[in-house]
């Protein structure tokens, strides 16, 4: 059988779009192109002693390590150059990320995560690349403001992931559907794996962070009991799975069937917070979850409609196959 690869996926898609003009076609494959010279970096990590923290922290905080910058530094250095997009964010950068004057710009808008479950690097788990591309009214004249650029989730036009395990691929949707793409390292290409993912309606997994269990509210308790009560409504128990890294516990879940969490807790009790970022991890996740049959979730509102207040801002997520998301949001509603 002959193999799709995802440039001429992205070309067939272009086709049937009666107004596309084949830019974000264009800036895909760059992105594309960011992700295979990442993949190959994060294969060699081990080899080529690249392993370990620059000891630097990054702007919210946390420990940068080595590739996390090589990542965000490929994207930008590749992406900016492309004449499709106004600005980036990145989740390594507070603010935005210009475009240089000597470039021309579009009407694009990229925002991405380089290397999400990056303190996972050192021990070989799966990694991944997030991304997220909203059009905006930029006028191609005066200066990008972030107020036109910060807009809700439903207002993407392409979002997904690449996941750097035991092989790289690629997840995206358009607003058609999710497709999977496997790296054939041996050709350097994509090639269509799984066509049309559709997760199933219930799972058989609840990954979260249980260690935060007594940080969390009463409520957020009995959401995540339901998962290992027998004899709950949901018929069935379920097995718990968590990596730690957001990109390889949504593939998986994807793939599977489950629910992912990260809610709310209150380990600083000034400030009760999730971790998650809305615009570089959330809201691109609950595209392609959507796109595949299931739902995403703060508790109570769908992830697509929460408009962000400012780039970095961050969620409560319950995220996966449908019967489990809207059990866990009965419990929120009911509650409240
Ligand atoms: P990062 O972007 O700094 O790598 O942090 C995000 C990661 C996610 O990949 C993962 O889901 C989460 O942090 C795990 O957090 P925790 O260790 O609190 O469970
Ligand atoms: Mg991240």
């Given at each position: 059988m002959r193999q799709i690869t995802v440039t001429e996926h992205l070309l067939l898609h272009q086709k049937q779009e009666p107004m596309a003009t084949g830019r974000l076609t264009r800036l895909l494959n760059e992105l594309i192109l960011s992700a295979k010279i990442i993949s190959r970096e994060v294969n060699k990590a081990g080899l080529v002693n690249v392993l370990g923290n620059t000891g630097e922290i990054n702007t919210q905080g946390e420990e940068v390590q080595r590739?996390?910058?090589?990542?965000?530094?490929?994207?930008?250095?590749?992406?900016?150059?492309t004449g499709m997009l106004c600005a980036m964010a990145s989740e390594e950068q507070d603010g935005l990320i210009d475009i240089p004057e000597r470039f021309p710009k579009d009407e694009y808008f990229l925002v991405f995560d380089p290397l999400d479950g990056s303190s996972n690097i050192d021990a070989n788990v799966s990694i991944g690349t997030i991304f997220s591309i909203y059009k905006t009214k930029y006028d191609l004249q005066g200066q990008v403001e972030?107020?036109?650029?910060?807009?809700?989730?439903?207002?993407?036009?392409?979002?997904?992931?690449?996941?750097?395990?035991?092989?790289?691929?690629?997840?995206?949707?358009?607003?058609?559907?999710?497709?999977?793409?496997?790296?054939?390292?041996?050709?350097?290409?994509?090639?269509?794996?799984?066509?049309?993912?559709?997760?199933?309606?219930?799972?058989?997994?609840?990954?979260?962070?249980?260690?935060?269990?007594?940080?969390?509210?009463?409520l957020t308790q009995r959401a995540v009991s339901i998962f290992k009560d027998p004899n709950s409504d949901l018929g069935k128990l379920y097995s718990l799975r968590y990596i730690g890294s957001l990109v390889a516990d949504f593939h998986r879940n994807l793939l599977y069937g489950g629910i992912f969490m990260y809610p709310i807790d209150y380990r600083d009790p000034k400030k009760p917070k999730g971790k998650l970022r809305l615009m570089c991890e959330c809201a691109p996740l609950a595209m392609v979850v959507e796109q595949a049959g299931g739902l995403a979730t703060d508790g109570k509102n769908r992830i697509l409609d929460l408009e962000p207040n400012e780039l970095h801002q961050r969620t409560p997520l319950f995220i996966g196959s449908k019967n489990d998301v809207l059990k866990v949001q009965e419990i929120f509603e009911q509650g409240s």
């Amino acid at each position: 059988m002959r193999q799709i690869t995802v440039t001429e996926h992205l070309l067939l898609h272009q086709k049937q779009e009666p107004m596309a003009t084949g830019r974000l076609t264009r800036l895909l494959n760059e992105l594309i192109l960011s992700a295979k010279i990442i993949s190959r970096e994060v294969n060699k990590a081990g080899l080529v002693n690249v392993l370990g923290n620059t000891g630097e922290i990054n702007t919210q905080g946390e420990e940068v390590q080595r590739l996390d910058e090589f990542a965000n530094s490929v994207i930008i250095h590749r992406m900016q150059r492309t004449g499709m997009l106004c600005a980036m964010a990145s989740e390594e950068q507070d603010g935005l990320i210009d475009i240089p004057e000597r470039f021309p710009k579009d009407e694009y808008f990229l925002v991405f995560d380089p290397l999400d479950g990056s303190s996972n690097i050192d021990a070989n788990v799966s990694i991944g690349t997030i991304f997220s591309i909203y059009k905006t009214k930029y006028d191609l004249q005066g200066q990008v403001e972030l107020s036109q650029l910060l807009q809700k989730g439903s207002e993407q036009v392409a979002a997904g992931y690449f996941i750097y395990g035991s092989s790289t691929m690629m997840v995206y949707t358009t607003g058609r559907g999710v497709d999977g793409f496997t790296l054939d390292p041996g050709v350097g290409e994509f090639l269509l794996s799984n066509p049309n993912i559709q997760i199933p309606e219930q799972g058989n997994l609840y990954s979260v962070n249980e260690a935060y269990w007594h940080y969390w509210d009463s409520l957020t308790q009995r959401a995540v009991s339901i998962f290992k009560d027998p004899n709950s409504d949901l018929g069935k128990l379920y097995s718990l799975r968590y990596i730690g890294s957001l990109v390889a516990d949504f593939h998986r879940n994807l793939l599977y069937g489950g629910i992912f969490m990260y809610p709310i807790d209150y380990r600083d009790p000034k400030k009760p917070k999730g971790k998650l970022r809305l615009m570089c991890e959330c809201a691109p996740l609950a595209m392609v979850v959507e796109q595949a049959g299931g739902l995403a979730t703060d508790g109570k509102n769908r992830i697509l409609d929460l408009e962000p207040n400012e780039l970095h801002q961050r969620t409560p997520l319950f995220i996966g196959s449908k019967n489990d998301v809207l059990k866990v949001q009965e419990i929120f509603e009911q509650g409240s």
